[in-house]
């Protein structure tokens, strides 16, 4: 009886220890597959937008531990933007749209680099990039896509909220936030519908702004992407509108 007793022991055990092992394995498992899952497919900026934005003689473009800094070559900075990459978006196709945000309206642009290209998994709070412009002392937050979705999340430390073909979801509908909502008409992606499917997380007076012939990518310089819509807008008008759009708000924090 002992002999039997001690058997279903020792079968048990064992038991146990092949369940406790099949479970790290699989979490192994997932992990790893999520680490690759993060680095393959990455869209990277295209050369030539890239190029001329580093060639533009007023702007200064420093990768610092924050992230990728736009400031302007005038200085004077006193006002921020702590700008989050869409998902497996590589930063630096944020800067030539950004870049007459600095340039033209001497705003700081932190562009930040997610952990694993991914804003979910970046747990970091504003002060981590806003210390990349230690001399500006209001600050908006934001991001395109995820990487707006993530800015919602960080906005209760910043004086507004900027989203690009986004939206939130966390309710900010009694923050008294200011926020600016820009859209495109032909995004396949953060399509018309959910932007507006969302719009009662944002503050009743959150400006929501659709560029015609924008689409989901027309807000970076990173190439086609699949599932989007086509657009029909140019490079040179939506980096206009957008800069247009960023300094008003930028103007009405003061």
């Known amino acids: 009886m002992a002999k039997t007793?001690?058997?279903?022991?020792?079968?048990?055990g064992r038991w146990l220890r092949w369940t406790l092992w099949g479970l790290l394995a699989a979490v192994a498992l997932v992990i790893a597959g999520m680490l690759v899952w993060s680095q393959v497919g990455v869209m990277s900026a295209e050369p030539e937008p890239l190029?001329?934005?580093?060639?533009?003689?007023?702007?200064?473009?420093?990768?610092?531990?924050?992230?990728?800094?736009?400031?302007?070559?005038?200085?004077?900075?006193?006002?921020?933007?702590?700008?989050?990459?869409?998902?497996?978006?590589?930063?630096?196709?944020?800067?030539?749209?950004?870049?007459?945000?600095?340039?033209?309206?001497?705003?700081?642009?932190v562009i930040t680099r997610p952990w694993l290209n991914l804003a979910f998994f970046d747990p970091r709070g504003m002060d981590a990039f806003t210390s990349a412009a230690p001399n500006v002392d209001t600050w908006m937050v934001g991001g395109h896509s995820l990487g707006g979705v993530r800015g919602c999340q960080l906005a209760g430390d910043a004086d507004a909220l900027v989203l690009f073909a986004s939206y939130c979801a966390a309710d900010l509908s009694g923050s008294g936030l200011p926020v600016l909502s820009i859209s495109g008409s032909e995004d396949g992606l953060s399509t018309p519908q959910k932007i507006a499917d969302a719009r009662d997380l944002l503050p009743a007076d959150a400006e929501m702004v659709q560029i015609d012939g924008a689409a989901h990518a027309s807000f970076g310089d990173y190439g086609p992407q699949a599932g989007d819509g086509t657009p029909s807008i140019s490079d040179d008008d939506m980096r206009t509108q957008i800069t247009e759009l960023v300094n008003g708000l930028a103007d009405e924090l003061g």
Do not use: M, W
């Open 5 to 12: 007793r001690a058997g279903r022991g020792r079968r048990g």
């Open 51 to 109: 190029a001329r934005a580093e060639a533009n003689p007023g702007l200064v473009i420093d990768d610092a531990p924050q992230g990728v800094v736009l400031t302007p070559a005038a200085g004077g900075s006193t006002r921020g933007l702590v700008f989050i990459p869409g998902a497996k978006v590589q930063p630096e196709a944020y800067i030539a749209i950004l870049q007459d945000v600095a340039v033209e309206h001497g705003i700081s642009v």
